[in-house]
C-alpha cells in the first residue's frame, strides 16, 4: 500500500519560513520523480516544485529564489524549504510521486497540508 504522509504545514507571518516533509511509504522511493503541488480556493492545483531522480530540480516562477525542494533517499522523504512566505502562498500543498512505467504512468498523492501565511 502506497502512502505519501505530509508534516510541516501551519499558519505563519508573511516574511517567514515553514518546512514541508512528505514521507512515503510502498514503493521504491529512489525510482519515482518527487513533486510539491498546492491549490487554493477557487484555483487549480499547479506546479511549486519538482525533483527527479538523479536530483535535478524546477520551480514555479512564482517561488523561484524562496522555495528548495530536496530528497533524502535513505529516509524516502522529501522537503520543501518555504522561505520569505507570502499571502499569496496561502494553500493546501500535496506531495505527488510519480514515475513512468513500461505501459502506464504510475502517479501518487499526499492528503494535503494547509499553509496560511498572514499578512
Known amino acids: 500500500q502506497v502512502q505519501l504522509v505530509e508534516s510541516g504545514g501551519g499558519l505563519v507571518q508573511a516574511g517567514g519560513s515553514l518546512r514541508l516533509s512528505c514521507k512515503v511509504s510502498?514503493?521504491?522511493?529512489?525510482?519515482?520523480?518527487m513533486g510539491w503541488y498546492r491549490q487554493s480556493p477557487g484555483k487549480q492545483r499547479e506546479l511549486v516544485a519538482a525533483?527527479?531522480?538523479?536530483?535535478?530540480?524546477n520551480y514555479a516562477d512564482s517561488v523561484k529564489g524562496r522555495f528548495t525542494i530536496s530528497r533524502d533517499n535513505a529516509k524516502n522523504t522529501v522537503y520543501l524549504q518555504m522561505n520569505s512566505l507570502k499571502p499569496e502562498d496561502t494553500a493546501v500543498y500535496y506531495c505527488?510521486?510519480?514515475?513512468?512505467?513500461?505501459?502506464?504512468?504510475?502517479?501518487?498523492w499526499g492528503q494535503g497540508t494547509q499553509v496560511t501565511v498572514s499578512s
Open positions: 505527488n510521486a510519480n514515475v513512468d512505467g513500461r505501459i502506464r504512468s504510475y502517479v501518487y
Open positions: 510502498g514503493l521504491t522511493f529512489s525510482s519515482y520523480v
Open positions: 525533483i527527479t531522480t538523479g536530483g535535478s530540480t
